[in-house]
């Protein structure tokens, strides 16, 4: 399996983690370039349906970034989706979904150095999990 | 005349209802179904006991939905129900003031699902309780089972059998059952390894045929559009995919994250008999236990998932 | 057509030797849900059941059938092209209900090759209802307990034995080529009688429908409707279990360069059934709903096929999450005209 190279959505919010993929871009600091980026107005934007869409369109792994709490732009978004989130990882946990497949993570805008570290290491565990089996959907059964 | 049809009357009469929403007796034993009093004469047929299993918060979003009028609206309720009717006025689906709350003692209710699993085709023509037992024949059988036996799942580890906040209450307030912890399916569920449960969930969902009874049951399901139902973009399949079946059923359960309060709707309306309630419950006990909160028991306090506190647990953060 | 006896011991092996030419479904318990599946070698029928949760329909028209697959070089159609398909164990109700759909799919015009695939060859050997249930109601369209529309053979079980009455030619010739029968005897035939005097009696007196398309068609927009689907949940159980609704959706699903079209069940009930592209949405309430439901049962279909639309099974009466019973609609429809 070590050359298995997983596909990993990232759903970064507007205002602070694009801003830190961007610094990192800038700064010429290396990540893995396992991640497609998809840009929200907040981590609030992200339904779990996204996440879960994303598993089952055969991403082997999902992160969602935002703003460090206290410092979303529209007040309380990233306080809100921190609920949310923590609640969708213990379900799929409890389903027996691989945990690590999930993640969550808070990247300000001058955190490029943070940013590359974060997609290394997502992409690390994702990787040693092996390609994603559950919730893939399979056409023509 | 029963203590419970004398006292609606009145509450009609000197409430000045349009309708109230209670049961009656249903065409098939052990069932009762829900129906709607429009005078304070017809309230005579009104019963409640254990084969009232539906949740009647239900058709009060459905009454928004087709009247614009504000009609004055009773509605006889177990805890659950109350519960949900509360946890619907925190999301602001209808005034408190044009809901008058009528609370009964619950003792537990009779899951039609169970029935249908315990007897298949053998058929009830009578059925009597007797303590903590119900005795059921039918044309050539007799069978008594315990009345946990056949009680709908949210029933045995039931904390709130009256109703946490009511306008009315008729009866002698019952006693929780509480004959079961409340989480102990849960921590035998989580004993299994992950792949074990796994499969579990694809066995269950697997059997799904889509007809979306559990979520038209559900009273906390009144989305004008479900995302089911979405054809642009179009979230999910309809082609009998189980990746598709279990998106829904893990969607649906996130959607009631912090607002269901396990009366056993879903569980109860689907033909199949697939295990809705277990992921339902783990997502109530993880808002329970992180964010110490609980649907419907309150007009002020807001559903967990819409707030928030600054120092909310976050260990899961990277 | 002769009546054949069989031992009860000895159906096993003459469903063992069905299984030679064809694929045998019969009532199956399976994972807590009872429907008709495929046997096994070996396997018996879970013959107590008189409703299957799952209506046997499946069986010719599967909830979701893959029409074709395609990619980009093309499309490669899929038909089943299994054994024939012989139903056993079917119950009278659910037989005459595949005579009616199949008037939906075959028609002079036209024929649905998905559903002849599986449908022409086949066999239905009904099993007559010794004991009808409370929420069955079969007598009120001409149908009961004991009646072969739509069955090529009629099982009677008397006890010890079970009577085979084939209903045509065909059938009669591929009983004498299993073998294993003999001819059943002046007393079988009198102890059928008397089962089925019972069977019958007990449902009591049908109402009397025959106004009820009339009124019907004169009530679109009486009050009746609010009160009756008042209740109503909008969700597909009644349709999805019922043996004579054959509404159907094609979806296309596709990933990246490749896809399957699959024609899968869909109902009245859902307001996406109506839906148009403009967002626009002729049956916006669940009354509206609803009523479309009854009305294509028991007027429209009167109307088109000349027989109402409903067997009398009673799947929608006991899997109805809130008791929605659809007697208690025909005799209000009934009374209306009294009124």
Redesign the interface.
Known sequence: MSDFEPKIMTFLCNWCSYAGADLAGVSRIQYPPNTRVIRVPCSGRVD??FI??CL??GYDGVLVSGCH??DCHYI?GN??A?????????????????PDRV????VSAGEGEKFSQ?IS??TETVKALGPAK???????? | MSELTEKIKKIFTDEKLDILIGYEKGSLPLRGTPCFIESAEDADKLIFDSTCHNNLAKYLTDQKKTEVDARKIGIVVKGCDARAVVQLVVEKQFERENIVIIGVPCKGVIDPSKLRAKLRDKEISDFRFDGNKIIVSGENFQETFDKNELLSDGCLSCKYPNAPQYDYFIGDPAEPIASKDEYADIDEFEKKPPDERWEYFEKEYGKCIRCYACRNACPMCYCEQCFVDCSMPQWIGKGGNLSDKMIFHIVRAMHLAGRCVDCGACAAACPLNIDVRLLGKRIEREVAERFDFTAGMDFETPPALATFREDDKQEFIM | MSVYRIKKDDLSLFLEKLREDFAVYAPVESDGITSFAELEPGQEPAFGILKTQKPPKEVFYPQNEIMFRFNEEGMTPELYDGKPIALFGVRPCDAKGFNIIERVFIDPKYEDPYWSARRKGSLVFALACNEPLLSCFCNWFGGGPFDKTGSDVLVIDTGEDYLFEPTNEGAEKLLSNIGGFEKAEKADIEKAGKLRKKAESSMGEPPKLDSVKETLDNSWNSPLWDRISAKCLGCAVCTFSCPTCYCFDIQDETRRDKGTRVRLWDTCQFPLFTKEGSGHNPRKSQTSRLRQRFMHKFSYMVETLNEFGCVGCGRCVTLCPVNLDVRDFLEKIAAEKDK
């Open positions: 779990p349906l879960l869409k089952q369109d709490p206290g309380s306080y809100v921190r609920r949310k989130f923590a609640v969708l990882k213990k379900a799929l946990e409890f389903m027996g979904m691989e993640q969550f993570s808070w974060v290491k997502v559950k919730l893939v959907k399979r056409i023509g059964r």
